[in-house]
C-alpha cells in the first residue's frame, strides 16, 4: 500500500507553468508502481492526463496533455512530478496523483481510473484568463 500526497497546485494566469509533486509514502519503494496523473474539473469525469512507467524511462500522455505536460520520477525521493506548460482556463482542476501496484504498462492507451488502486487527495489548479 502506499500513500501519495500532492502538492504545487495553485492560481495561475493563461499561458503560465505550474510543477506539480505526488510524495509517496510506502514500505517498499515507487519503482514498483506505475504513476499516473488525472484530473477532475467541475461537473465531469476524473480524466486520465499521463502516466509515467516503473523506472521513469517511458512517457505516456493524453491528448489534451501532449507538448505542454511532462511527467517524471525520482524514485529515490519516491516522488512523481507533473509539469504543466502553456496552461488555459480548461486546465482548471483538480489533480490527483494515482499508483498502479501492478506496475503495468499499456501505451499508448489511455489509462482509466478503475486501472489504479491508490490516490492521494488533489491539488487544485485555477488558471486565469
Known amino acids: 500500500q502506499v500513500q501519495l500526497v500532492e502538492s504545487g497546485g495553485g492560481l495561475v494566469q493563461a499561458g503560465g507553468s505550474l510543477r506539480l509533486s505526488c510524495a509517496a509514502s510506502?514500505?517498499?519503494?515507487?519503482?514498483?508502481?506505475?504513476m499516473g496523473w488525472f484530473r477532475q474539473a467541475p461537473g465531469k469525469e476524473r480524466e486520465f492526463v499521463g502516466e509515467?512507467?516503473?523506472?521513469?524511462?517511458?512517457?505516456n500522455y493524453a491528448d489534451s496533455a501532449k507538448g505542454r505536460c511532462t511527467i517524471s520520477r525520482d524514485n529515490a525521493k519516491n516522488t512523481v512530478y507533473l509539469q504543466l506548460n502553456s496552461l488555459k482556463p480548461e486546465d482548471t482542476a483538480v489533480y490527483y496523483c494515482?499508483?498502479?501496484?501492478?506496475?503495468?504498462?499499456?501505451?499508448?492507451?489511455?489509462?482509466?481510473?478503475?486501472?489504479?488502486?491508490?490516490w492521494g487527495q488533489g491539488t487544485q489548479v485555477t488558471v486565469s484568463s
Open positions: 494515482a499508483a498502479d501496484s501492478r506496475g503495468l504498462w499499456q501505451a499508448p492507451a489511455p489509462r482509466t481510473v478503475y486501472e489504479y488502486d491508490s
Open positions: 510506502t514500505r517498499t519503494s515507487i519503482s514498483i508502481y506505475t
Open positions: 509515467i512507467s516503473r523506472s521513469g524511462s517511458n512517457m
